[in-house]
């Protein structure tokens, strides 16, 4: 819990804008030493990236913004693509139609588990790559430009302009994508996902392609918490009921196994990308990103773990502060 910094009645104010730009500096200068972990490399082009990148940023519901650090340098949303085409196929299709295929329970494995919900004959959950193949099985289009294009255009209503996809890393991903391949087949042999087998693992690869700054992740937070609305532009993207949803999962099951531990002590609605990025969403409040390219045993930016940790605590973060300030009415 803090002890310092401006008071309550400032939360929404200059000057706690302020504050949390002097301490995304000091966390940025911090934590630039810290060079624990290493880049993904099971993508081979994702090894390629600058290591020591690092940047922070925060977007509140008003559409207000801090950055620190690499603000405008662009890396592979990956996983991070999850949270939105989870709410992609809640809006077109319903959550019963979406529950039928993919459930909402944390499995406490890997990110690329090979594994389904026997019980109830389904994928485990969106945030896991069964659950995403299968979600991304559920976008609309006859053919694969159809589809590509649903996507793209998603991810343009959220970030103002039209996506770039960084074809390297998508051909990459799709050439030593086995594990996956394996998952879709599995799901497909089930009868969980249709038989575009390799058309859907080709929307798969791009979606996690497309390029992003930390600005725009923290936009894509920030739109989420803010019941779907779009801070900057004020279009309605989800749902409230949608973003409920998606943030529910993100809590439960964005940060894979390390999902209870990220839960107990950052205690925010959070997914993470194997590119470095991680995003989390403060309902109501507003968008928090950290990129920075080295990773965990779990797959998560270690420099980004910290960042969360230490925002969650300087600024009473955490959901179940019952006396966060951010949690006062206005
Ligand atoms: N494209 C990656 C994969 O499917 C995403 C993994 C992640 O970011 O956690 O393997």
């Excluded at 139609?97 to 890997?110: F, N, S």
């Excluded at 998508?170 to 969980?192: D, F, K, P």
């Excluded at 990025?277 to 773990?305: K, Q, T, Y």
């Amino acid at each position: 819990m803090s002890s310092v910094g401006p008071t309550d009645t400032d939360v929404h104010g200059e000057r706690r804008i302020e504050w949390l730009h002097e301490v995304c500096s000091a966390l940025h200068d911090e934590l630039s030493d810290l060079d624990d972990g290493l880049p993904a490399s099971y993508i081979p082009e994702l090894s390629r990236v600058d290591p020591d990148r690092f940047a922070i940023a925060a977007v509140g519901r008003d559409g207000r913004s801090q950055s620190v650090g690499d603000r405008s340098h662009h890396f592979t949303i990956q996983s991070i693509s999850k949270l939105l085409l989870y709410g992609l196929a809640l809006e077109t299709h319903g959550r019963d139609a979406v529950l039928q295929r993919v459930g909402v329970a944390p499995t406490g494995d890997p990110f690329n588990a090979i594994e389904l919900d026997e019980e109830h004959h389904r994928a485990p959950n969106p945030m896991v790559n069964s659950g995403a193949i299968a979600i991304t099985d559920l976008v609309s289009g006859g053919n694969l430009d159809e589809r590509t294009a649903v996507v793209l255009r998603l991810f343009e209503r959220f970030l103002g302009r039209r996506p770039d996809v960084d074809r390297a890393v998508c051909a990459s991903e799709r050439v030593t994508g086995n594990r996956n391949r394996a998952i879709a087949y599995l799901l497909a042999n089930g009868g969980i996902i249709t038989d575009r087998v390799e058309e859907t693992l080709d929307v798969y690869f791009m979606q996690c392609s497309v390029l992003v700054t930390v600005e725009d992740l923290a936009l894509i937070g920030a739109t989420i918490a803010n019941a779907g609305v779009h801070p900057t532009t004020g279009e309605q993207i989800f749902s409230p009921q949608v973003t409920r949803d998606v943030m529910t999962v993100a809590l439960t099951c964005g940060m894979y196994d390390y999902a209870g531990e990220w839960a107990y002590t950052v205690g925010i609605p959070a997914k993470s990308g194997v590119g470095g990025g991680i995003v989390g969403m403060i309902p109501g409040v507003g968008g928090l990103a950290a990129f920075s390219p080295r990773l965990d045993e779990h797959g998560h930016s270690v420099r980004g773990v910290k960042v969360f940790e230490a925002l969650s605590d300087r600024f009473d973060l955490h959901l179940f502060d019952s006396d966060r300030p951010w949690a006062a009415p206005t």
